[in-house]
């Protein structure tokens, strides 16, 4: 389905849009600096000598730290506004990118991870609540490809380019000019932090104490624990993000520089095909008009595909042909990971309590999240046993008995499918938390 110009139009003239896409933004960059690990630690693994059990568990600190905060940030958003906990974010990764500008070790990377993680913690969110309050429910699919089309070009900037970057200025000037990035949008955020809707609609209730937002955290928890249509969503929200992110943030240029003996530029190129594809899934679902009837049909039909997807990419790194065969691949991976993302969030959207939403959606995050640590870690332990011949280096072997454990992980969670029933998606009647 398609939309008129006319249409467009009215929907990017919103008074909220301008802010929504600054939220966006900050978005971009959660991605750019989740992804940079698959091109930073594997460099500094191997001039390290680090194993792969030990990339992976530095990758995973990132997640820990996003993974605490998001149950957190999502009450913060609903209590105070995204725009202010979202500024507080993107100073914290100024910070964390000039750790990289000082000597690095694993501890340096380590806490760089770290930094990020609680930086960018709130900002995925931020979008999410921003976007459910501010435009109509019926319309969610098209704010929602803008956000993850345009989100997901941080994952196509943090590979290739990226790389060219450190090949061209070296680790420590790329990432001290990349500490200003965050910093300009902070200041354009605090001057458009007056408009925030949310903090508005929050003037004038009732003060309450910071440590008020853990019986919330809680509550969402308990919520998403009781209602089996949220805990179906929750496992296919969890287990497509972790794989993902298994892939696009950590092992994707390894595997395939090994996988295809491809030289590191060709292998950063065509896995990031991946973020390309995650780019335009979401696009071919802007013109759908949401309803809670038809969404559980939706969320089948692309999640089978989505898992479908992996097994390709196996067997295309698994037969080592050509490596744009494995890009392809990687680029269905990618498209059919931003569909089922877009539907899953709309859903989610459609049975959280409405001002509860942004409690519910951190505390579902937090789990896919922590799924992601899993599923890097694991990997990295299954890819340990399958060293190159330099340290630091692994085979194509290793890679693809780690990837195999993704995909019949995928296969796995469509198992959830039919707790996730036909019925039309509807509130649940109890609340998610009082923060």
Same mark, same amino acid.
């Given at each position: 389905?398609?939309?008129?110009?006319?249409?467009?139009?009215?929907?990017?003239?919103d008074?909220?849009?301008?802010?929504?896409?600054?939220?966006?933004?900050?978005f971009?960059?959660?991605?750019?600096?989740?992804?940079?690990?698959?091109?930073? &630690?594997?460099?500094?693994?191997?001039?390290?000598?680090?194993?792969?059990?030990?990339?992976?568990?530095?990758?995973?600190?990132?997640?820990?730290?996003?993974?605490?905060?998001?149950?957190?940030?999502?009450?913060?958003?609903?209590?105070?506004?995204?725009?202010?906990?979202?500024?507080?974010?993107?100073?914290?990764? !100024?910070?964390?990118?000039?750790?990289?500008?000082?000597?690095?070790?694993?501890?340096?990377l380590?806490?760089?991870?770290? /930094?990020?993680?609680?930086?960018?913690?709130?900002?995925?969110?931020a979008v999410?609540?921003?976007?459910?309050?501010?435009f109509?429910?019926?319309?969610?699919?098209?704010?929602?490809?803008?956000?993850?089309?345009?989100s997901? =070009?941080?994952?196509?900037?943090?590979?290739?380019?990226?790389?060219?970057a450190?090949?061209?200025?070296?680790?420590?000037?790329?990432? +001290? =000019? $990349?500490?200003?990035?965050?910093?300009?949008?902070?200041?354009?955020?605090a001057?458009?932090? *007056?408009?925030?809707?949310i903090?508005?609609?929050a003037?004038?209730?009732?003060?309450?104490?910071?440590?008020?937002?853990?019986?919330?955290?809680?509550?969402?928890?308990?919520?998403?624990?009781?209602?089996?249509?949220?805990? %179906?969503?929750?496992?296919?929200? !969890?287990?497509?993000?972790?794989? /993902? =992110?298994?892939?696009?943030?950590?092992w994707?240029?390894?595997?395939?520089?090994?996988?295809?003996?491809?030289?590191?530029?060709?292998?950063?190129?065509?896995?990031?095909?991946?973020?390309?594809?995650?780019? =335009?899934? *979401?696009?071919?679902?802007s013109?759908?008009?949401?309803?809670?009837?038809?969404?559980?049909?939706?969320?089948?039909?692309?999640?089978?595909?989505?898992?479908?997807?992996w097994?390709?990419l196996?067997?295309?790194?698994?037969?080592?042909?050509?490596?744009?065969?494995?890009?392809?691949? %990687?680029?269905?991976?990618?498209?059919?990971?931003?569909?089922?993302?877009?539907?899953?969030? +709309?859903?989610?959207?459609?049975?959280?309590?409405?001002?509860?939403?942004?409690?519910?959606?951190?505390?579902?995050n937090?789990?896919?999240? $922590?799924?992601?640590?899993?599923?890097?870690?694991?990997?990295?332990?299954?890819?340990d046993?399958f060293?190159?011949?330099?340290?630091?280096?692994?085979?194509?072997?290793?890679?693809?008995?780690?990837?195999?454990?993704? !995909?019949? +992980?995928?296969?796995?969670?469509?198992?959830?499918?039919?707790?996730?029933?036909?019925?039309? &998606?509807?509130?649940d009647?109890?609340?998610?938390?009082?923060?």
């Amino acid at each position: 389905m398609s939309l008129s110009k006319s249409t467009v139009r009215g929907l990017v003239s919103d008074s909220s849009f301008p802010l929504f896409l600054l939220l966006v933004g900050s978005f971009f960059l959660t991605v750019f600096f989740r992804i940079s690990a698959s091109v930073v &630690l594997p460099l500094e693994g191997e001039r390290l000598g680090m194993s792969a059990a030990m990339i992976g568990f530095i990758s995973s600190v990132h997640f820990y730290a996003y993974a605490f905060l998001q149950p957190v940030s999502g009450i913060l958003h609903d209590r105070y506004g995204p725009v202010r906990v979202v500024i507080s974010g993107l100073l914290l990764t !100024a910070g964390s990118c000039l750790l990289l500008t000082f000597v690095r070790t694993p501890f340096t990377l380590g806490a760089w991870r770290l /930094l990020s993680g609680f930086g960018v913690a709130p900002m995925y969110s931020a979008v999410l609540v921003f976007q459910a309050f501010a435009f109509p429910p019926e319309r969610y699919c098209f704010y929602a490809a803008i956000n993850m089309g345009l989100s997901s =070009l941080g994952a196509i900037v943090s590979v290739a380019p990226l790389g060219f970057a450190v090949d061209t200025f070296g680790m420590t000037g790329t990432f +001290a =000019l $990349l500490s200003a990035i965050p910093l300009a949008m902070a200041l354009v955020l605090a001057r458009r932090a *007056p408009a925030d809707p949310i903090r508005l609609s929050a003037a004038g209730k009732e003060a309450r104490s910071l440590f008020s937002i853990f019986p919330g955290i809680g509550q969402a928890i308990l919520f998403i624990m009781k209602n089996r249509r949220v805990r %179906a969503l929750q496992t296919l929200w !969890a287990i497509s993000s972790a794989s /993902l =992110l298994t892939f696009q943030g950590l092992w994707g240029v390894s595997w395939f520089a090994a996988a295809f003996n491809a030289s590191p530029g060709s292998a950063r190129f065509w896995s990031s095909l991946v973020s390309v594809g995650m780019m =335009l899934g *979401p696009v071919f679902t802007s013109g759908v008009v949401v309803s809670p009837a038809g969404l559980p049909g939706i969320i089948r039909k692309v999640s089978a595909a989505n898992a479908l997807s992996w097994f390709l990419l196996l067997a295309a790194a698994g037969w080592g042909g050509a490596v744009w065969v494995g890009g392809l691949a %990687a680029f269905t991976v990618g498209m059919t990971s931003g569909m089922r993302g877009v539907f899953s969030l +709309a859903a989610i959207t459609a049975v959280s309590p409405p001002g509860e939403r942004g409690a519910v959606f951190g505390a579902m995050n937090m789990t896919a999240v $922590l799924s992601a640590v899993a599923f890097q870690w694991g990997t990295g332990i299954i890819i340990d046993h399958f060293p190159g011949e330099a340290p630091g280096t692994f085979t194509a072997a290793g890679y693809f008995a780690g990837f195999t454990v993704v !995909a019949v +992980a995928m296969a796995a969670s469509l198992l959830a499918l039919r707790p996730l029933g036909r019925e039309p &998606l509807a509130p649940d009647t109890g609340e998610a938390g009082k923060n």
